[in-house]
């Protein structure tokens, strides 16, 4: 899956010159958290997230008279707060690279580029949402995690196991293990119950971490 998959295409942008309170305003209104920031000519120049403007408003603890206040975030513009050395991707970049840069640099967004123009944005609410679509974080299932060895086959033996059964992966993935000889594996399977599964896995000598049928919470919830 690639940037260009899960991006928001033309994104909302202020200019350099924007105010600190249109800004704030604009933020508000479309219920977003940052802005890449343009110059006169539309080339990406910066960005500026809702932090940064709310670090350039006065406290609520002020003693500014209520007047003073609108003026002092008038004079204040992007180019004031932005920064300037902007990390960006383009369209081509895979989900997982750009989640890397976002936690390695601490960034909840990356502007996407592409011939150095502005195509669009993707934030880390976008991976949220293709992290809740790996893991079938929206469909009953029964969830298993388990510790199974770094071999060649394993997955096939697993995989064969369910198929066998009758049994349809819904979502599957891996993170690191106790030690580089393993790695924990979770899988979510429909149309097998939890002990039927749990069984089997452990008939394949695998140690089960985690059991859970996977419920989707009632609309009176």
Do not use: W
């Not at 309170?21 to 000519?41: N, S």
């Not at 603890?61 to 609108?70: D, G, K, N, Q």
């Not at 992966?169 to 690191?176: E, S």
Request: proline letters at 5%; hydrophobic letters at 40%; aromatic letters at 4%.
């Amino acid at each position: 899956m690639l940037v260009r998959d899960r991006m928001t295409r033309h994104p909302i942008t202020v200019t350099e010159d924007t105010p600190v309170d249109k800004a704030l305003h604009l933020m508000r209104e479309e219920k977003v958290r940052r802005f890449p920031v343009l110059d006169k000519r539309g080339k990406l120049v910066g960005i500026v997230s809702e932090k940064d403007l709310l670090y350039a408003s006065p406290s609520p603890a002020t003693s500014l008279a209520i007047y003073e206040i609108p003026y002092l975030l008038s004079k204040i513009k992007m180019h004031d707060l932005m920064t300037k050395e902007v990390i960006t991707v383009t369209e081509d970049t895979t989900l997982e690279e750009a989640a890397r840069i976002m936690a390695d640099n601490k960034i909840g967004g990356l502007p996407v580029v592409r011939d150095d123009k502005l195509v669009g944005i993707i934030t880390e609410t976008d991976l949220f949402k293709t992290f809740l679509e790996l893991f079938g974080a929206r469909e009953e299932s029964v969830r298993l995690s388990m510790l199974v060895p770094k071999k060649k086959g394993t997955l096939a033996k697993i995989a064969s196991k369910v198929a066998e059964m009758g049994g349809n992966f819904v979502a599957l993935g891996t993170i690191m293990g106790e030690d580089p000889t393993n790695c924990q594996l979770t899988i979510k399977v429909t149309d097998l119950s939890k002990e039927a599964l749990v069984s089997a896995m452990e008939n394949l000598g695998l140690e089960i971490l985690d059991a859970r049928f996977y419920s989707l919470p009632s609309c009176e919830d």
